[in-house]
């Protein structure tokens, strides 16, 4: 008996010792778990050299605020401990003569924290001076620009059409797959040490094995065979697109991130027009995928093939075609165009996990407006809201200039669902 109670009295200061040495890791856990995010920037002059002694004002919720400035190196970084809406604000008075702010708007910039731990950083362009524009030249830039987001748009909207033309499913994933290869070429460029020539379209095989090829097989055709109705697996690509938006959130985080080679490039002067040598490179062989992808539509056995799948999937299965193979070759044809389309932004404005979130609006409405399932209405439809979008900001502040995309949306699902060259025997 008074060994039972012997060993009693030791368990019971066993436990009493575990739960004192546990008590304070509990006690600390909360709040180590808590992992601040980072806003911080890197301001440099027109030459990419960079300023010190830069004043940064940050305000945010709860009465926030602080002040920073620029090192040497001209980094600055302020910790945030919570979650908010927070306005940055650049000392232009502190920047050296000759040099300001090439959008004197832009004084000011807007940083969401929706998430700790996932650090911000905050963009001040400077210049060597702000020089008013005129109407005419501001149109004719903007024009220039328009033509250029119409083909992004463009590439990415001939693949949606596509698959919806010969499968019948609205793919809200199709952003994504411009994500991943925005996030393949900048992993291959920058950490890899790949030169973007070969990084560039190295990403685009890729995009087009993983987006293409490999979602098929293993997702979209399983899902055909169980037959799945079409609102079951265009809730499927909603969930999907979500996953992988988060998915690259934690892998490579939500910064906005510039290739190293790329990150800045002297333009070149055409009259009224200003054009980088990146964008030039990369409208060129924009223009020949499109014309490609075109004449193997209208050229090709298998581009005829699915034109037919297109118009009647029963009567082409019967009259010998390979549905799926024909099914297959256009998941990958699509996933090609937007695999690109997400080089494309990348190179020039660089990439972040909520590029195919943005893009899918404007992808969507080119989509619409020239008309589900028609190839030539992509191209169309792509151009218009490009063009829509840019000069829009003739009137409208910047940051509104994707509502118009959304207007537009909304306008033709009203006055002509079918789209500009869709048939009316195309909805429903």
Known sequence: MAKSLTLLTLGRSALLFLALLIFPVLLSSPAQAETPTKLYGVI?????????????????????????????QGLWEVPILSKGSYSITINVDDLPEGQALTNPDKGTVKANVFMLGVDLRILFPIGPGVVQSSLLERSAQLTLDGILLGLVIALAALGLSLIFGTTGLTNFAHGEILTLAGLLTYYLSAIVGLPVLAAAPLAVLLGALI???????????PLRRRGTGLIAMLVISIG????????????????????????????IELGLLSFTPKSILTTVIGILLILGATLWLLRTRMGKASRAVADNPALASASGIDVQKVIRAVWILGATLASYAGVVVTINQGVSFLMGQDMLLLIFAAVTLGGLGTANGALVGSLIIGLFVQLSTLFIPTELKYVGALIVLILILIIRPQGILGKKERIG
């Open 211 to 221: 987006s293409g090829f490999l979602q098929d097989k293993y997702l979209w055709k």
């Open 240 to 267: 999907l697109a979500i996953f992988l938006r988060y998915f690259f959130l934690f892998i490579f985080g939500g910064d906005t991130r510039q290739l190293p080679q790329y990150a800045g490039q002297a333009g």
């Open 44 to 72: 440099t002059n027109s030459e990419g050299e960079p300023l010190s002694d830069i004043g940064i004002s940050i305000l945010g919720p709860d009465g926030f605020s602080s002040q920073a400035a620029t090192n040497e």
